[in-house]
């Protein structure tokens, strides 16, 4: 009986260390892709050996550029190889333009272009700035190659003292422009007209 505890507590013993190996395989994957600059998808696409991949609590962070940065996470990524193309659930986006102004955008489901680093958003869209401002919609695209949000949906704006509405809207970033295409509604409050 003793010898039979022995064997199970060597087997034991060899199952975690083949655990152990295999982690430190895989940290070793992992950060030598980091080093050469490959992408997180890259590094798992080689792990995987797979065409399409499932990643839970998804991080994907965009590399090269110092003035504009951003980070996208989603309880669940798809890749899919052959449209590169991430189709992703629960979304938070967080951007850091190069004036330092932070925006988070949130939904419900999105898309990445992991090679144009294009995104769209989808289901009680929202984005809040670092100064409180905050734009709801049902969709929202971002084209990466200048900076710009859009939508064709309704939109809503809300800050202090201003409230917007309108139907359509384009958002670039870098010069912070907003511009309503149709349907455009203000209220503004605490304006003293005449003083």
């Not at 797979?50 to 991080?59: H, M, P, Q, S």
């Not at 659930?89 to 951007?95: A, G, K, L, Y």
């Not at 955008?105 to 999105?110: A, F, I, L, P, S």
């Not at 710009?148 to 939109?155: E, G, L, N, W």
């Amino acid at each position: 009986m003793i010898v039979n505890k022995r064997n199970s507590i060597q087997w034991v013993l060899a199952g975690i260390l083949a655990i152990m190996i295999a982690v430190i395989v895989m940290a070793g994957i992992f950060f030598s892709g980091e080093r050469k600059g490959k992408s997180l998808l890259t590094v798992l696409e080689t792990v995987s050996g797979a065409a399409d991949l499932e990643v839970r609590d998804f991080r994907y962070s965009q590399a090269g550029d110092p003035e504009f940065q951003w980070e996208v996470r989603a309880d669940l990524a798809r890749y899919y190889r052959e449209k590169e193309l991430l189709s992703l659930e629960t979304v938070f986006v967080r951007m850091l333009s190069r004036k330092g102004r932070e925006y988070f955008m949130t939904g419900r489901q999105g898309t990445l272009n992991s090679e144009l680093g294009d995104m769209t958003l989808s289901g009680d869209v929202e984005i809040v700035s670092d100064e409180g401002e905050r734009l709801t919609t049902d969709t929202l695209n971002y084209r990466a190659s200048d900076r710009t949000v859009h939508t064709d949906d309704s939109v809503q704006m809300h800050r202090k003292n201003l409230d917007l509405s309108g139907k359509g809207m384009t958002f670039t970033i870098e010069r912070n422009d907003l511009v309503l295409f149709s349907d455009v509604k203000a209220v503004i409050t605490d304006v003293s007209l005449f003083r």
